[in-house]
Each structure stands twice: as structure tokens, then as C-alpha cells.
């Protein structure tokens, strides 16, 4: 009887186990899966563009959870690459990637929307870093001009584009016909270009590549100008960012006055200062359109006369003082993005502009202004008038045991979505 019991028992409890199964499976079956749209949202927003080092973290775990998530991991973690020839920055800096093994694995490309890439105008193949072959006084850490061709190639889906250029012969001044032409053949739908090359000042790469691409929206040329000027090309620029130019007539070609029957597209508009001669009449057609105005040099005359729509305002350097110009009544956001040496009277006049600006919601400055004698007037005024001060702190590895005195870290101050860094938050 017992025995006849236990092989009882046995063929229950294996009955049992066998329901529990199916009914776990079954259970299963009815939980709808995840969507993968939603899957990809999630992801997104669960880091940044371009992604830090515990966004890469995070990619990379995802990436290896099923194959339906992979492809997303691997499109955000490859959305924004650095392409260096440097063994140091390659090992340090997230995203980074030297010129060979990016080639190698070139169908990563198709994923790219944002490139930086540091090239020097030499034909022969990007050397390696430590090659015996380099050339004293050179630029071994540049990518060389066929490996910058074949990473274009290789990236179809290109909208950003961050380009340091090196000149390997003294009278070099832009890109060959026939690199131009190359880069004319390739169609690559670039939005945004930012632009930064060494002497001559005179170059005129920058015209010759607006020239070749005019899917651009979004320029900022971090060099000078002074030689002749090219004919105009058909850009419509929504940002424009020109922080050392100050002539009138290249910001005048960069933006041309609108036809009868357009309008200006511009929206962010960074210069050094406002020329005194002809700059405010080049910019008058579209001042009215502008929401972010970033100046460094203080402009001899008020500000709402020529930007009546004004939403933010930043001041990019040391030379102001009082009187301020008049500022628009639109204004939502200051910035004093200067780190010290304002004269005396500068934020006096600022505490003093801010009653009347009954717009103003937030005041963001570097905390290097925090120790001036005259900010604790500042931020006072501030308070009264309910608006909020944001404190960018200054770098922990360039200050030791700074003192945070009064206020809130400015993690992301309160600006216009430039066109440059958020180009495909709606894709």
C-alpha cells in the first residue's frame, strides 16, 4: 500500500508540475509584447545625443538583452562619432574612434547622423599615430584626405557635421577642384556644419562647402575672414553662428535680405559684436525673427530696435559695462557666459535692467561672477522679482575647494533648442 501511494503521489506531483508549466506558458502567451517603437523611445530618452560614458553603459547592455533590441542600441550608440588618429583620445573619450577601425566596420556608418573629424589636406593613406614614416613638424593625429572621402561615403544619413581642417602647404587656402568635386558627387543631406580651420584667414573653404551643400540650416565658422567674396549661394539659415567675424558684408552674405514674397528663417544668430558700419541695416531684415542673440562685444546702440522678439540673451565676453543697451521687453533668459574681469558697473546695470524686463524668468551666469562684490545686489534683485539665478560651476579638475556661496548648479540653463543640437529630436 505504501509503495503503491508513493507511485501515486509521483504521478500527481509530475501532473501538477506539467499543469504548472503550461500554465505559466500560457499566462505568458497573453502578456502583450512591448512595441518596438516604444522600445526605441524608451531607449532614447533614457540617454543623451551624443551619449556619455554611462549612456554607452547602458547601450551596451541593452544591445545584448534580444536581437529585435540591437539594432536600436546600435543605432544611438553609433549616432554621434569623433574620429581621431590618436591612440590617447581614442581610449578616453567615448565615441571616439580611430580612422582604420572605423573603416573597417564601415556599415556602422549607416547609423551616423553627427561626425567630428580633424583632417589635413595630404592624398596619401592616414598613417598611424606612432608610424616611422611621419613627417617631422606634421600632423600625425589628422585624418588624411582619402580616409575623410571614404568616411563620408560610408555615411549616407549624415546631418552634422564638425570639421577642423590643417593646411599641409603654406599656400593652401581650400580644398582642391577635385576633392570639390568629389564632395559634390557624394549626396549627403548635411543640415548643420560647423567649421574651424588655421591661417590663411583668408580661405574661403567655408563658401566653397555652403556652396556645395545647401541642405544647410545650422553655421558655425570659428575663424576669420577678409578676402573677396564668392557669389552668394541659396542657403536659408535657421542658426548662424559667427563668433570672431565682425564684417558686415560676410555676415551680409551669409544672410542675404529675403525676397518680396519669403521670410527669414533665421532663429539663433551668434556674432562677435554688431558692425558699426552696415550692420545693423544688414541684419535688419532679420533681427524681427530672432528668439537667441549671442554677442561678445557690446553694441553701441539698443538691442530692440533690431531683435523686438528677443527670448534670450548672451553675453559671450568681458567687454561690457554701463550703460547697457536697451534690451527687448521679450526677454525670457539671460546669460553672462563671462568668467571675471567685467568692468565694476556691469552687473549694477544688469540688477538695474532686470525691473523692467517683466519677461525675465531666469538669470544664468559662471560662477566665477559669484565672487564679485557687486553680485550679492544682483542676486537680491533677482529674488525679488521671483526670478531664478543658475550657477554654471566652474570645472572641479581647474578649482580645488570652491566655495558654491549662494544657489542652484546651472546642469542645463534654459535656452532655444538650437537647430545644431537637437536637428533630429523630431526623426
Known amino acids: 500500500m505504501i509503495a503503491l501511494w508513493r507511485r501515486r503521489k509521483t504521478k500527481s506531483d509530475g501532473r501538477n508540475r506539467q499543469t504548472d508549466v503550461k500554465a505559466s506558458s500560457g499566462s505568458s502567451d497573453n502578456v502583450p509584447a512591448l512595441p518596438l517603437e516604444l522600445v526605441y523611445k524608451i531607449l532614447r ?39 581621431e588618429n590618436s591612440r590617447v583620445y581614442v581610449s578616453r573619450t567615448p565615441g571616439t574612434v580611430g580612422p582604420a577601425a572605423l573603416l573597417y566596420r564601415s556599415h556602422l556608418l549607416r547609423f551616423t547622423r553627427s561626425l567630428t573629424v580633424r583632417i589635413i589636406d595630404e592624398f596619401a593613406a592616414t598613417l598611424p599615430l606612432f608610424s616611422e614614416e611621419g613627417v617631422p613638424g606634421g600632423h600625425p593625429e589628422c585624418v588624411r584626405i582619402p580616409d575623410f572621402l571614404s568616411l563620408l561615403a560610408h555615411t549616407p544619413a549624415l546631418r552634422s557635421l564638425r570639421l577642423s581642417v590643417s593646411w599641409s602647404r603654406k599656400d593652401t587656402c581650400s580644398f582642391e577642384p577635385s576633392i570639390l568635386d568629389w564632395l559634390s558627387s557624394l549626396v549627403i543631406p548635411i543640415e548643420v556644419l560647423d567649421l574651424k580651420y588655421g591661417r590663411p584667414f583668408d580661405s574661403p573653404l567655408v563658401y566653397d562647402l555652403v556652396r556645395l551643400w545647401p541642405t544647410i540650416r545650422a553655421l558655425h565658422v570659428r575663424t576669420d575672414y577678409g578676402g573677396p567674396l564668392p557669389e552668394r549661394p541659396s542657403v536659408r539659415l535657421r542658426e548662424l553662428r559667427l563668433p570672431i567675424t565682425s564684417l558686415a558684408s560676410v555676415i551680409e552674405w551669409f544672410l542675404p535680405p529675403p525676397s518680396q514674397h519669403d521670410r527669414s528663417e533665421l532663429r539663433i544668430l551668434e556674432l562677435y559684436e554688431i558692425p558699426p558700419e552696415g550692420g545693423a541695416a544688414a541684419l535688419s531684415a532679420h533681427g524681427p525673427n530672432v528668439s537667441s542673440l549671442t554677442l561678445t562685444r557690446q553694441p553701441a546702440s539698443g538691442l530692440a530696435e533690431i531683435f523686438p522678439n528677443l527670448e534670450e540673451f548672451v553675453i559671450a565676453g568681458p567687454f561690457w559695462s554701463s550703460p547697457l543697451p536697451t534690451l527687448p521687453k521679450t526677454l525670457m533668459h539671460i546669460r553672462l557666459q563671462a568668467h571675471a574681469f567685467m568692468s565694476d558697473s556691469f552687473l549694477p546695470a544688469v540688477a538695474a535692467a532686470i525691473p523692467t524686463l517683466a519677461s525675465l524668468r531666469a538669470l544664468s551666469i559662471e560662477e566665477a561672477l559669484t565672487t564679485d562684490k557687486n553680485f550679492p545686489t544682483l542676486w537680491e534683485t533677482c529674488r525679488e522679482h521671483r526670478i531664478d539665478v543658475l550657477v554654471n560651476p566652474i570645472p572641479s579638475s581647474l578649482v580645488i575647494g570652491t566655495a558654491h556661496l549662494y544657489l542652484v548648479e546651472m546642469d542645463r540653463f534654459p535656452r532655444q533648442r538650437t537647430f545644431a543640437e537637437f536637428f533630429d529630436a523630431g526623426r
Open 45 to 83: 530618452e533614457a540617454c543623451e545625443l551624443p551619449p556619455r560614458a554611462g549612456d554607452r553603459h547602458l547601450l551596451c547592455a541593452c544591445a545584448v538583452v534580444c536581437k529585435s533590441w540591437h539594432p536600436f542600441a546600435q543605432s544611438l550608440l553609433y549616432h554621434s562619432l569623433t574620429v
